[in-house]
């Protein structure tokens, strides 16, 4: 089992930038943060996969948000640029334990919070 931490939420304003952080306890062959907004189902927004160094993002957040990571402390970082009231949501990170699995550890969340 790996346990995932998440850091770094918060309340900003539009325009405004944060950097989240998500710590595993161990090895994992991808990482990825999702988002929940009140009332909205749980969406996609980047992805990272440590041997190909392959990085996917959702169509909204691509040119504004940046994943990237140490695999050597297995974390990953997701830069948020340029926020928008729409980005508010629960963050959270989770991971594929190994190639062909689906993403089995979830970290608890981070809430953010983006102002107009």
């Known amino acids: 089992q790996v346990r995932l931490v998440e850091s770094g939420g918060g309340l900003v304003q539009a325009g405004d930038s944060l950097r989240l952080a998500c710590a595993a306890s161990?090895?994992?062959?991808?990482m990825a943060w999702f988002r929940q907004a009140p009332g909205k189902e749980r969406e996609f927004v980047a992805s990272?996969?440590?041997?190909?160094?392959?990085?996917d993002y959702a169509d909204s957040v691509k040119g504004r948000f940046t994943i990237s990571g140490d695999k050597a402390r297995n974390t990953v970082y997701l830069q948020m640029n340029s926020l928008k009231p729409e980005d508010t949501a629960v963050y959270f990170c989770t991971a594929r334990p190994w190639a062909g699995t689906s993403y089995a550890y979830w970290g608890q969340g981070t809430q953010v919070t983006v102002s107009s």
């Open positions: 990272i996969t440590w041997s190909e160094g392959r990085t």
């Open positions: 161990g090895r994992t062959f991808s």
